[in-house]
């Protein structure tokens, strides 16, 4: 994330004595990873996977990988995180996973039937 400054002209004067300045938290991008689990791993050791690694998640997926993709995988998380770096630590501690099918990065442009 980066902080953004903004300043805002009141009544449309251009004195910066009168500007109110408001600095924002705006994220510039997300990075964002889907985690698909094996079938028959349960929704709530699903959870409690990504609960433990303290990552911010909601179920989901993006279209990329089709119904037949779909059907035979387990539960879908998207999850975000705050930098690149923090997503590939992530990947690197649980892609062996044993309840882990896949993890992968959304492209939410394609679309598969």
């Not at 805002?8 to 924002?24: D, E």
């Not at 698909?36 to 179920?59: C, H, M, P, W």
């Not at 770096?85 to 959304?106: A, N, R, V």
């Amino acid at each position: 994330m980066r902080k953004i400054t903004i300043l805002i002209i009141l009544a449309g004067f251009i004195n910066l004595n009168s500007a109110c300045k408001h600095t924002y938290n705006i994220p510039m991008k997300k990075v964002e990873l889907i985690a698909v689990f094996k079938k028959g791993i349960s929704k709530q050791d699903a959870e409690n996977l990504l609960k433990e690694s303290g990552v911010t998640y909601r179920e989901g997926m993006d279209l990329s990988k089709g119904k037949a993709y779909f059907y035979k995988t387990g539960e879908k998380y998207i999850l975000v995180f705050l930098n690149q770096l923090e997503k590939e630590k992530f990947i690197k501690k649980y892609e062996k996973s044993e309840k882990i099918y896949e993890l992968y990065t959304p492209d939410w442009d394609k679309r598969k039937d």
